[in-house]
């Protein structure tokens, strides 16, 4: 079984910062692209950045020179860091990673999202 599970988000005001983190466990061989996307109320789910296994990094239009997407391999984890955060970030961001699991497949996996709020 494998999983991803996120953390880090929260409540912030306009203009500042927040990381998130997410980890990938279970029966793993290797984790390949890993990313985050986020979903706003009433709104479809948005591609926010992705990073390759070996660090090349691409990130929305939105999110461009605001945020920035890094891992590490031997934790099995990707990272977002957020800065100048406006109100139209406010999402759930879930973490999303192809990973070759312990049979040896390569599947889509999806963590359950971790809330971020910017308000003042």
């Known amino acids: 079984q494998v999983q991803l599970v996120e953390s880090g988000g929260g409540l912030v005001q306009p203009g500042g910062s927040l990381r998130l983190s997410c980890a990938a466990s279970g029966r793993i061989l290797t984790v390949n692209d890993m990313g985050w996307y986020r979903q706003a109320p009433g709104k479809q789910r948005e591609w926010v950045a992705t990073?390759?296994?070996?660090?090349?990094?691409n990130y929305s239009d939105s999110v461009k020179g605001r945020f920035t997407i890094s891992r590490d391999n031997s934790k099995k984890s990707v990272y977002l860091q957020m800065n100048s955060l406006k109100p139209e970030d406010t999402a759930v961001y879930l973490c999303n990673a192809d990973i070759r699991n312990g049979f040896a497949r390569t599947l889509n996996y999806w963590g359950q999202g971790t809330q971020v709020t910017v308000s003042s």
């Open positions: 990073i390759t296994s070996g660090g090349r990094t």
